[in-house]
């Protein structure tokens, strides 16, 4: 009679439910699932994983609940954040900070264009120059929150110009925020006397000129105008 072989105990529930959110933040930590993107269906998760369909869909309730996932009617599960600072932000936006807010961007923008000057690639370019002109075409066309998210964009280009990672993440925690003031600057329709130019901006990091690219990144960032 062949001897039995016990087979290795199953981690309690609990436990796997915390083992696969872990294996779940680290592939969106890692840029498996960047800010923006659609994680995998839950068949897929529950294939690569290794893991119950129950386990998988506590994990990512958990993360939706911590506002790194957003479940999205129709369309998926998206990466909204890298870590739960960003619930933390939103919950303390209200119209009577948002000079602060305003503040914490400038902090954000001011050095991340100065970085991006002087750490741009040649990608970054590209992508600056697309993301600038996607911005003129949104306020031409019109549209406020079509134009709140180009605008949006740029910035988080040129943060991303900045290579520094931990700057990204920060600046991604604080998306909420930034789109409020954006749209608080803005108003309910595009007024020609509310546009402000980024040309600039991007001109001085395309030059590789930080001082000048911190000076522009800083130059409409005073409250209560903002964007």
């Known amino acids: 009679m062949t001897p039995s072989v016990d087979s290795p105990p199953v981690p309690p529930r609990g436990q796997r439910v915390q083992q696969t959110i872990a294996q779940l933040r680290g592939r969106i930590l890692g840029g498996e699932w960047p800010v923006g993107g659609r994680i995998p269906t839950e ?10 369909r129950n386990t998988v869909r506590e994990a990512v309730r958990a993360l ?17 954040s890298t870590d739960e600072l960003a619930p933390v932000v939103a919950r303390r936006l209200t119209d009577d900070r948002m000079a602060e807010v305003v503040e914490v ?37 019109g549209r406020v929150g079509e134009f709140v998210e180009a605008d949006v964009a740029l ?24 789109r409020s003031t954006v749209a608080h ?43």
């Open 64 to 80: 939706v609940h911590a506002g790194v996932l957003e479940c999205r009617q129709g369309s998926g599960t998206y990466v909204v």
């Open 155 to 178: 910035h988080t280009a040129v943060v991303a110009a900045a290579h520094n990672a931990m700057l990204a993440e920060l600046y991604a925690s604080v998306g909420a925020a930034l």
């Open 185 to 227: 600057a803005i108003g309910d329709t595009l007024q020609p006397q509310r546009y402000v130019d980024h040309g600039r901006l991007v001109t001085a990091i395309q030059d590789g000129d930080p001082g000048r690219a911190a000076i522009e990144a800083g130059a409409f960032l005073e409250p209560p105008s903002g964007a």
């Open 105 to 141: 961007r400038r902090a954000f923008e001011v050095e991340a264009a100065r970085l991006a000057a002087l750490r741009r690639t040649p990608e970054d370019l590209v992508a600056l120059d697309g993301a600038l002109a996607a911005r003129e075409a949104a306020w031409r066309s």
């Open 43 to 52: 068949p897929q998760l529950v294939t690569a994983l290794g893991v119950g």
